[in-house]
Structures are given as C-alpha cells and as structure tokens.
C-alpha cells in the first residue's frame, strides 16, 4: 500500500511541478535566457530510464546547456505501481506535444505504423538493446519451464510494449501460435495481475519484479540474457526534421545521457538516488534488484538496429511495411559524439 500511495503522490507532485515549469521560468531569467529549452516525455519507471533522470537529478542537461522540462509519469507508469489509468490531462497533453519521447522502440515503431500519414519519428538512442527480464509465475503454479507457460495466462502491459514484445519472442521460440497456444492478457502490468488471478505469469521489468519479490513471488530460474535476442526495448524518439533543425540541443541532449549511463555504471549510488527520489523506492534490496537491469546497458547508447529488425518481422503489417529499415532510425549523432572521443573520456 506504501508504493501505491508513495506513487500517486509522485503523480500528483509530477503534474504540479510540470504546469508550473510550463507556465514559468525554470531558471530564473538571466538562466532562462543562456539555456535551450526542450520538452521530453518520460513512459515509465523501468530501469532504462533511470539515466535520464539521473542527468537530471545530477545537473548534467544544465551542464550542457539545456533546460529540460521533463513530463516522468504516463499510464504505464500508473500500471506499474497498481494505480488507475488517471494521467491528468495537462499531462498527457504535455506527452504529446513534448520535442522529444523517451519509450519502448517497438510501441514507437507500431504507432508509427498505424498513423494515416507516413511521418519522420526515429529512434536517436537505445538504453535497452536484449531480452532480459523475468517471468514471474502464480505461487504453487508448478510454472517452473517456458514449456509449462503453453495454454497460460501471460500478463503484460500492452501487446507492443516491450512485455508485449517478449511474449511475441517467447511464442516463437517455442513454436508456438501467440494466439492460440498462450493468452495474452494487457492491461493490469503489475503483482496485482497475480494477486488477482488475472494471469498465470506475469513478463516483468525490474520494478514489478522488486514489488512482486516483495510479497513473496519468485522469478523462474530462466537466464533470457542467453538468448542475445535483440529488442529495442527503450528508445530516445524525436522527429528527425525537428532533430537535425536542432542539432546542437540533440547533441547536448544524447551528451548528457551518456554521461549520466557512465556516472550509474561507475557508481551505483547515482542510480539508487535517483530511483529513491523519482520512483519511491528506498527499500536497498529493491533498489538493487532494479539496477542489475541495467547490466547490458550500452556506454554508446546507439540505435538497436537489430532489435528495430527483429521488431519489423514481429509485428509486420502493411502499415509496418511502408516503411524501409532505416525509417525507423537516425544514428548520425552517436556516431558524432562517439567520434570526437567524448565517451571514451568519460571512463578514463
């Protein structure tokens, strides 16, 4: 109840400092005037976007001479904490009109796909490039396997959400009809899922799986970071026409995010802080089950080209297949910072 209540404050707490930046000058006026505003959105409370709350929490988006204004709430993030979809609407406002998206590559793509028009949305970075999240089963379940999961209930939170992906990865990896041989259940991406016999197992990223460890479920003994199954499983999205109109603050941006993934991979208590401060958890034993996500996190948070290509035949469709390969994403500013030398500095 703790978490539930410490998350809706957070929502609450989110909306009035977000109207209140969007109304004010963040800075002061002589700051407001020397850094580059640019509105972001945040999706959720999974261990891949601990970075960017970490460049803010650390001062790093200041450093490099910009004045982020960052929305770090969204439905998903609500499900997460096993709180009603009641985003309140200056935010949901703010999410879509915000420059840049920070969210899964594959609900990215497929949204892509299903609007009327052709439009320019690529992914500029990717903190989360393999499968590497749990399964949690039903207690006493006798879930023990991936083959015992065949005629299931299998929780995620949306079927293009990166749980969503997994299942899809899961079905075929086993041979089997993701609509016949298993029941996809979107929606209640949370422990309550399992509390509440709405599934057998529950697909988790690091914070449901702290909550559910908590309350006395355990993950199966599977190793999915074997499988080296490419996803893109957290994207940095923008349009590339507003991207390349506004290439200092991109690059000031992506500058930021790298520091902060070498500050969390060189220093664990950077993340801890900003996991306590931005998602409520001061618990060290769930703060660390959180950050062992971030263990195949990337230095050089390029493009997962090839979890965008595993993306592409996951979910083909003819909206899909309007668009090329390279549609989907823009790696010109990784590969300029990484050239000037800027990442290899930070682990010196």
């Not at 949370?190 to 006395?216: C, F, H, Q, T």
Request: aromatic letters at 8%; a neutral charge.
């Amino acid at each position: 109840m703790s978490n539930r209540l410490n998350a809706i404050r957070f929502l609450g707490l989110a909306t009035v400092i977000l109207v209140a930046l969007l109304l004010l000058p963040s800075r002061g006026q002589a700051q407001a005037a020397a850094l580059k505003r640019i509105t972001v959105s945040l999706s959720d409370v999974s261990i891949n976007k601990i970075p960017f709350i970490i460049a803010e929490n650390e001062g790093l988006y200041k450093k490099y001479g910009l004045d982020v204004v960052m929305t770090p709430f969204s439905e998903g993030a609500a499900r997460a904490h096993g709180i009603p979809d009641e985003v309140p609407a200056e935010v949901r406002e703010a999410v879509r009109n915000a420059n840049i998206s920070v969210g899964g590559g594959s609900p990215g793509m497929v949204g892509k796909a299903r609007a009327e028009e052709m439009n320019d949305r690529v992914i500029l970075a990717t903190t989360d490039h393999i499968v590497h999240w749990d399964i949690i089963p039903q207690k006493n379940s006798g879930i023990t396997k991936l083959e015992d999961l065949k005629g299931k209930r299998i929780a995620i939170s949306s079927l293009s959400a990166c749980s969503g992906t997994i299942a899809l990865i899961i079905a075929r990896r086993m041979g089997w009809d993701p609509e016949r041989d298993i029941t996809i259940v979107p929606g209640d991406y949370s422990v309550n899922a399992l509390k509440e016999d709405k599934a057998d197992a529950l697909i988790a990223y690091e914070v449901p799986l702290a909550m559910a460890m908590k309350e006395g479920y355990r993950p199966m003994d599977l190793n999915m970071r074997s499988w080296n199954e490419p996803i893109p499983c957290n994207g940095v999205w923008a349009s590339k026409s507003w991207a390349h109109a506004n290439k200092d603050a991109v690059i000031a941006y992506l500058k930021a995010l790298t520091e902060a993934i070498s500050m969390m991979k060189k220093d664990k208590e950077v993340a801890f802080r900003a996991i306590a401060k931005y998602y409520k958890i001061s618990d060290r034993e769930e703060q660390q089950v959180i950050y062992n996500g971030a263990e195949e996190m990337p230095r050089a948070a390029y493009p997962a080209v090839d979890g965008i290509k595993n993306a592409m035949q996951l979910y083909a469709s003819p909206g899909l297949n309007r668009y090329k390969l390279e549609d989907f994403y823009d790696d010109s500013f990784m590969k300029e910072i990484e050239a000037s030398g800027f990442i290899d500095n930070l682990y010196k």
